[in-house]
């Protein structure tokens, strides 16, 4: 008897309100679908299926072994209807049961490659249109005759990052030499230890690029398996550096922009260009954008949900994020109204200093706000904080809305001015 194709799969993790809109989806089509997970079994903090409530299928894998991979997916074969992983360091993993599941769409396990690797993804970019990427290079070591290659061939100011780590780990601007030997000596020192904090399976590299000064912006999209893209509505970004910090983090997520719709064609374009770069298909890609005047130029584009974008895209425009990321894998045509409701934004906390915190005042006034949705503190008086690029996470993160543009902007501009956090050294 043929079985029913029914089961969404997740590798590795289960992201916050999948389930929910999976169950929503079956509901409006009268289907039952199943949740599959599958997890490492060597990993050390295993969880049980009473431990995910609603999922339906529980299945530790030994990753390092691919006969066990197909052995653990056999008896679901007929059944899988689509499958996904919602986490960039995770993204080898899921390489990794690609060529178990030949029958269902995915991404190519080169794409994902491309993907994830920064040094490999630019090579791309540059292959298919030098003017959308900046100049960039693998360092080797912190040698004086490497930083002169560096000095000749990249100039200042330049960036220096990790070739595979999210979140803007140890990603340091340089004006001068002097910098750039500093943060190259704490790029390789600290190099290895984040990868395996971070679970990189991939061999540290460091490299480094040319700086972009403008405006970043991001945007998702939904790629189908002929390359044909659906674009979410962009988001307006906003770095510790745009505040005054000496940290890359993104500090401020708003959408919808305000920009105009030529302007958000040419975004378009360009990220059309780096998606078909990387050959990536039946997945969602985050792509983050730089507006050096009127030009866009790709930052990098990761083969997953950007960050926030499920709350941010629900709020502002009613956009399922979850599901569509889903739909493009059955493939089914993603659902993306055509006007948005209001206005979005997330801010992630960071003190201008590392250190103790002594004085933390302000949370409180700020949940009174009217645009608050929802509001999580990880910080407290007497944790320490470290900078973003050194592995530290932020005091606070809040999520607002609001259907007016300039009630929300007033909001944002009341949490800069309530909050007061005090740092010892």
């Not at 029913?4 to 409006?28: C, T, W």
């Not at 592995?391 to 902007?409: P, S, W």
């Amino acid at each position: 008897m043929k079985k029913e194709k029914n089961i969404f799969v997740y590798v590795m993790s289960l992201p916050v309100g999948a389930l929910e809109s999976i169950r929503k989806y079956g509901k409006a089509n009268k289907t039952k679908y199943r949740v599959m997970l599958i997890v490492d079994s060597r990993a050390k903090d295993k969880k049980a299926l009473a431990d995910y409530e609603g999922l339906d299928i529980l299945l530790p894998v030994d990753f390092s072994k691919p006969g066990k991979i197909a052995e653990a997916l056999l008896p679901y074969q007929n059944e899988m209807l689509a499958i996904t992983c919602r986490a960039e360091s995770h993204m080898t993993k899921f390489a990794a049961v690609i060529p178990h599941v030949p029958y269902l769409r995915t991404p190519s396990t080169e794409s994902l490659e491309w993907a994830t690797d920064k040094l490999k993804m630019r090579r791309r970019f540059a292959l298919y249109d030098k003017k959308n990427t900046p100049k960039f290079t693998l360092v080797k070591d912190n040698s004086k005759g490497e930083r002169t290659r560096i000095k000749e061939k990249i100039g200042f100011p330049l960036i220096v990052k990790p070739a595979n780590l999210a979140q803007s780990l140890l990603v340091t601007i340089c004006y001068h030499e002097e910098e750039l030997e500093s943060a190259l000596r704490t790029t390789f020192r600290k190099i290895k230890k984040l990868y395996g904090e971070n679970k990189r399976g991939e061999i540290p590299n460091v490299m480094v690029e040319e700086y972009m000064e403008g405006d970043m912006y991001s945007v998702d999209a939904y790629v189908n398996g002929r390359g044909q893209i659906y674009f979410c509505p962009m988001v307006r970004v906003k770095t510790g550096r745009d505040i005054g910090h000496d940290d890359f983090y993104n500090y401020l997520h708003m959408t919808p922009t305000a920009l105009k719709k030529t302007t958000i064609e040419r975004a378009h374009a360009v990220a059309e260009t780096g998606i078909h770069a990387l050959g990536l298909r039946n997945i969602t890609a985050h792509v983050e954008l730089m507006k050096v005047d009127d030009e866009w130029k790709i930052i990098e584009i990761g083969p997953r949900i950007g960050g926030f974008r499920h709350k941010l895209h629900e709020l502002s425009c009613d956009i399922d994020h979850s599901l569509n990321d889903i739909l493009i894998r059955i493939p089914k045509k993603p659902i993306i109204p055509k006007k948005c409701k209001g206005f979005a934004a997330t801010l992630k906390w960071f003190p201008k200093t590392e250190g103790r915190i002594t004085k933390l005042k302000g949370i409180k006034k700020i949940r009174e706000l009217t645009s608050l949705v929802d509001m999580s503190v990880s910080k407290k008086v007497g944790d320490r904080c470290h900078f973003a690029k050194n592995g530290g996470k932020a005091v606070f993160t809040v999520t607002l809305y609001n259907k007016e543009r300039a009630k929300l902007l007033a909001d944002i501009r009341r949490v800069e001015k309530l909050i007061d956090i005090k740092i010892a050294k």
